[in-house]
């Protein structure tokens, strides 16, 4: 038995230790319980001594017992206790070999644990700020109160192509008189105390856009100083860039309005019709500048519409489109009325005087339509305005310049007329810079189909309408020639909705001449007429055609024509018909 009497000067001594000390005998009962186990615990020693530690400390009880079974020593065992946590370290007394208590020497660890956590929470936030610094795109560097550096990122050794190893630890006077920055900020923030910003340019040239901040302590005092560095020289780069991507944004843009204002051109232009087509790219590469144009095609094809169009894709669209009609003024008025004339002039002008027509289309467009009608006279001074861009009034030696395009247009054959002494050839080769040819609607049959929905959806809105073509009214009116082209084209589709009593236009209902056309193979003219070669053509191109028609297919009728499949076929396509355009030309109606 363990007698705790006994031990004399040994009851000071573990009065005075600085850990907490619990002695139980072989019982359990609480014979040793010092000044730091009480301190720690909040017991006083008569609630203590000569108690079973189950009573004062439960959870410990289990672990002495076992010791006292066992004599197994029980190091760093945590235990709440009295409302704190400590670590025992627990061992068996022992007395002549046997068993006769517990020592348990513990101390409290609150204080430390709180301490471990606020440590983690330092290392975890030491963590964060070391992965965000070092995340910086912008170079960061720290210096404390005597400019030497403490702390550089990755992203500002980057800039300044050096190791972290040489720098650190360095002050930033030695860095710029070693030549590795022209200035510091550092040094301008110490100098002033206050935040400064400036342009830094490294050994390598590089620039930087540098800006310095103090930190202060808490007595007011520098304590650090953190410099943020944006590498300008990427920036310019990222500049550079992005005025490229706008100049190709605005270029892709300016693009995408011209097709956009060509599709709206192209539509005003109803064509399908290779040959129309290929007129019509030459006339928008045309109107991006100011050559000369001459439009030649016989009255009624658009030569006025395509004139119109080239106005409207130039880059004279805003200003005037001046249309002249030549054949249409008197030959005594034409000078007058096309260059215009002083107060005067001549008998019945104007007291005011009056500008012509170059002068009225000043920023703009010129169209001299039928200029072929022009007198001689008139065409030289028409050559001079050409050359030298200058007018002269009538009644006037003073030149006038006018800044104007000018475009001409002529159903007759000016290279003839040149030959009989008609049309000057000068002004004829000044006029044909850019020569358009529009071919006659007889041969682009292609075009007459939309054509005719074109008219039909026009006129259909203008009379309040809903009338349909039927395919052979269709098919006639393919087989017409139309001499008056496209214009008579126009006046026969508003007729026909205008007069035709069904809501679908059938073949009586159109004109005799076009009910009574025939297949057109090739172009008419006085020598074709008599042309037995031609006539031959014509009338297997008849025969064919009614053939299909009758029978439905190619095969079916070359059979009943006596003729082989491929006989057939290469008669269409030397005449130039087509097969699908003759069995299934569809109605045409208002959409």
């Keep these: 038995m363990l007698d705790f009497e006994k031990l004399g000067p040994m009851r000071e001594l573990l009065e005075a230790a600085h850990n907490g000390v619990v002695i139980v005998d072989h ?10 186990a009480r301190n720690i615990a909040g017991w006083r020693p008569e609630e203590v001594l000569g108690r079973h530690i189950e009573q004062m400390a439960p959870q410990a009880w289990p672990g002495m017992k076992e010791i006292l079974i066992h004599g197994r020593p029980q190091p760093g065992i945590k235990v709440a206790m009295g409302g704190t946590t400590i670590i025992a370290n627990r061992t068996a007394i022992r007395q002549q070999g046997k068993i006769v208590g517990v020592l348990s020497i513990f101390q409290d660890v609150s204080e430390y644990e709180n301490l471990a956590q606020e440590l983690e929470a330092y290392k975890e936030l030491s963590e964060q700020l070391d992965v965000i610094i070092e995340s910086s795109h912008d170079g960061l560097w720290i210096s404390d109160a005597e400019g030497k550096v403490v702390r550089v ?3 500002s050794l980057r800039f300044a192509g050096v190791k972290a190893e040489e720098v650190i630890g360095r002050s930033m006077e030695d860095l710029v008189a070693a030549g590795q920055f022209d200035r510091s900020a550092t040094l301008e923030v110490l100098k002033h105390g206050t935040a400064v910003s400036l342009v830094q340019t490294q050994h390598d040239g590089k620039q930087l856009m540098v800006t310095g901040n103090p930190v202060y302590d808490e007595n007011g005092d520098i304590r650090l100083v953190v410099v943020n560095a944006r590498d300008l020289t990427a920036l310019n780069n990222l500049q550079a860039e992005l005025e490229e991507s706008r ?22 232009l109803v064509m399908r019709s290779a040959a129309m087509l290929r007129v019509f790219d030459t006339a928008m590469r045309v109107a991006q500048v100011d050559s000369s144009v001459l439009i030649v095609g016989e009255s009624g094809v658009g030569k006025g519409l395509l004139a119109k169009v080239i106005h409207q894709a130039s880059p004279r669209q805003e200003g005037p489109l001046v249309r002249v009609d030549c054949g249409g003024i008197p030959a005594s008025l034409i000078e007058a009325e096309l260059f215009g004339y002083e107060k005067g002039a001549f008998t019945g002008a104007l007291e005011s005087g009056k500008p012509g027509y170059f002068e009225l289309a000043q920023g703009g467009t010129l169209l001299l339509d039928e200029v072929g009608e022009l007198p001689l006279g008139v065409q030289a001074k028409l050559l001079r305005f050409l050359e030298d861009n200058e007018v002269v009034r009538v009644g006037s030696t003073t030149p006038r310049r006018i800044d104007v395009r000018v475009m001409a247009a002529t159903n007759r054959d000016l290279e003839e007329m040149v030959g009989a002494g008609q049309f000057r050839q000068d002004l004829y080769f000044r006029l044909k810079v850019v020569p358009l040819n529009l071919p006659p609607l007889r041969q682009r049959v292609e075009d007459i189909p939309p054509l005719i929905s074109h008219f039909l959806d026009l006129f259909n809105q203008k009379c309040n309408a809903d009338k349909k073509l039927s395919p052979a009214a269709v098919d006639c009116l393919c087989r017409y020639p139309f001499p008056g082209n496209v214009r008579e084209l126009a006046n026969l589709v508003e007729q026909l909705v205008v007069l035709t009593p069904g809501e679908v236009v059938e073949v009586p209902d159109l004109p005799q001449p076009v009910r009574e056309a025939q297949p057109r193979l090739e172009a008419d003219s006085p020598a074709g007429q008599w042309s037995l070669p031609r006539a031959v053509a014509r009338l297997e191109g ?6 299909l028609k009758t029978f439905g297919s190619q095969r079916e009728a070359a059979k009943h024509l006596g003729i082989d499949h491929s006989t057939i076929s290469r008669k269409l396509k030397k005449l130039g018909l087509d097969t699908v355009d003759i069995l299934h030309r569809g109605v045409i109606k208002h959409q």
């Excluded at 019982?27 to 730091?36: C, M, S, T």
């Excluded at 100049?247 to 693009?255: A, P």
């Design 153 to 155: 990122n990755q992203a």
């Design 27 to 36: 019982e359990g009962v609480i014979l040793v319980y010092n000044r730091a």
């Design 542 to 547: 008849e025969m064919i055609a009614k053939a």
């Design 247 to 268: 100049v190709l944004t605005q270029h892709y843009r300016l693009e995408l309005s011209q097709l956009h204002r060509l599709q709206d051109l192209s539509s005003q």
